[in-house]
């Protein structure tokens, strides 16, 4: 009986403790100290951003809708840092539409990097970059 009680003790504890590490990192924050501030305070934001990995992907996804410029390249320079090929297709579609053409080029100029390279990240970047130029000219995307 002793060893049941231990054995549902122990299981209690194991679910209890895989519980309190799949919790999600609230990050925004995070996001917030990254966009806003400069020097030692932005490094460790972003160095916490950098550690959560796609975890970080919805808050800076967000970030890209704030009014601005300033803060929506910060957010550009976190994924580009982050460099998920899951963030492709976002910064293709801040590379055609965002108002600023600051921020367009920001978004370009990750891409332009991107597609450098070999692999899949690479030929989601050409890609991208494709589909932002056709947007500019008018032209649909083959």
Known sequence: MLRLRLGAVS???????CACLEQPMDLK???ELFLTTQGEVQEKALRTLLGS????????EAALHRTEPKERRAAL?????I???????LLGHVA???????????ARAVLDRWAAEKGPRGEAA???LFAAAAGETGEPAR
Do not use: H, I
Not at 11 to 17: D, E, G, I, Q, R
Not at 53 to 60: D, E, F, M, V
Not at 97 to 102: E, I, S, T, V
């Open 11 to 17: 299981s209690l504890l194991a679910l209890f403790l």
């Open 29 to 31: 924050p995070s996001v």
């Open 53 to 60: 990995g796609r975890a970080a992907l919805p808050p800076l």
């Open 77 to 81: 320079l976190a994924l580009r840092r």
């Open 83 to 89: 460099g998920l090929q899951e963030t492709v297709p």
């Open 96 to 106: 055609q539409f965002d108002a600023d053409p600051g921020v367009r080029a920001d």
């Open 126 to 128: 050409k890609s991208a």
